[in-house]
């Protein structure tokens, strides 16, 4: 059973950065693609950023694009997301998220998922 769990959440002033962790087991991580969404309230669940299982290929969401960064570590089974110059707007729940599709998870779609962690950024 593939299981995806998430650490690095909390509270950070607007401007300030995080960083996202995702321990991947149950199955070699290396047949998987990883993506990061996340759910503002009210809003439903979308991509954030997400990368394919060699890492040759990435995807950042508009709001994402030059703040984000994901990578991975396959011998680790981790996943990073990090998060700079961070806005309020980027307040949700994190989600990590696996399938053998890279293409479904920028689509929005997976097969596992992590249990989600919460990120607010307020002043």
């Known amino acids: 059973q593939l299981q995806l769990v998430q650490s690095g959440g909390g509270l950070v002033q607007p401007g300030g950065s995080l960083r996202l962790s995702c321990v991947v087991s149950?199955?070699?991580?290396?047949?998987?693609?990883i993506g990061w969404f996340r759910q503002a309230p009210g809003k439903e669940r979308e991509p954030v950023s997400c990368i394919s299982r060699d890492s040759l290929d990435t995807f950042h969401s508009d709001s994402a694009k030059g703040r984000f960064t994901i990578s991975r570590d396959n011998a680790k089974n981790t996943v990073y997301l990090q998060m700079n110059s961070l806005k309020p707007e980027d307040t949700a729940v994190y989600y990590c998220?696996?399938?053998?599709?890279?293409?479904?998870?920028?689509?929005?779609?997976?097969?596992?998922w992590g249990q989600g962690t919460r990120v607010t950024v307020s002043s």
């Open positions: 149950g199955f070699n991580m290396d047949n998987y693609a």
């Open positions: 998220a696996a399938d053998r599709q890279y293409r479904a998870l920028v689509a929005g779609a997976a097969s596992s």
